[in-house]
């Protein structure tokens, strides 16, 4: 008798195909690819830095305007540049010779609403 009850409740419990978990994984894959790869971009302190002092400035900032504000190469600063513009955060234009940034408020507002939803 406990047997049968113990197959009942697998045969109900895990079926895996069926699972409220597997539709909402499939659904949302994609979503929280782009999510992980926008927090590990903002996961590195000086990324967050350049983010707020792009965010913080009133026009666009050119990257030889950046440089300065760190303790690092310009090659690192273009390094974390490119990286937060592959994730969507900071919008980057050249105009000649120089590269202007400016902070993507949607992706910021992508990344706490993935984050509200995942509560």
């Known amino acids: 008798m406990t047997t049968q009850a113990k197959d009942i409740n697998e045969a109900a419990c895990c079926d895996a195909e069926q699972g409220p978990l597997r539709e909402t994984a499939t659904a949302s894959d994609s979503r929280l690819a782009d999510a992980a790869t ?3 971009a903002l996961s590195d302190e000086t990324r967050l830095r350049m983010v707020q002092a792009i965010a913080r400035s009133q026009q666009e900032l050119c990257e030889c ?5 760190f303790a690092l190469s310009q090659s690192t600063i273009s390094y974390h540049l490119k ?4 994730a969507g955060i900071v919008e980057c234009e050249k105009q000649g010779l120089w590269t202007y940034c400016r902070v993507n408020p949607r992706a910021l507002m992508a990344a706490v609403k993935t984050l509200a939803d995942l509560a």
């Open 83 to 86: 990286v937060l513009r592959e």
């Open 65 to 69: 305007e950046i440089v300065p504000q």
């Open 38 to 40: 926008l927090f590990k």
